[in-house]
């Protein structure tokens, strides 16, 4: 079983950068990959990065490419995705989840976060 307690969302400018990260419980976490997924109100959810238990394997999707890096640091059981760059549609609650596998759609994940609101002002 595995707990994941995200945090660091808030409010932005435009523009504006932040680090949401996410700590996991358990003893196993750098077996599992850590994907990061967004929702916005009135849409599905959608993938936005994931790293490899190891960190060696990273995924983005195409519209935080550039902007967004997700990282870990498996010593202290903690998943980062620092946002830069933010746009107005970058807005939504971000999820973390965790999975043996990985994967670009929320099917490939086992544990998941409450999730923490990221607002961005225009």
């Known amino acids: 079983q595995v707990q994941l307690v995200e945090s660091g969302g808030g409010l932005v400018q435009a523009g504006g950068s932040l680090r949401v990260s996410c700590a996991a419980s358990g003893r196993t976490f750098s077996s599992y990959a850590m994907g990061w997924f967004r929702q916005a109100p009135g849409k599905e959810r959608e993938f936005v990065a994931a790293?490899?238990?190891?960190?060696?394997?990273?995924y983005y999707a195409d519209s935080v490419k550039g902007r967004f890096t997700i990282s870990r640091d498996n010593a202290k059981n903690t998943v980062y995705l620092q946002m830069n760059s933010l746009k107005p549609e970058d807005a939504a609650v971000y999820y973390c989840?965790?999975?043996?596998?990985?994967?670009?759609?929320?099917?490939?994940?086992?544990?998941w976060g409450q999730g923490t609101q990221v607002t961005v002002s225009s």
């Open positions: 790293i490899s238990g190891s960190g060696s394997v990273i």
């Open positions: 989840a965790a999975g043996r596998l990985g994967s670009y759609t929320p099917n490939g994940y086992d544990y």
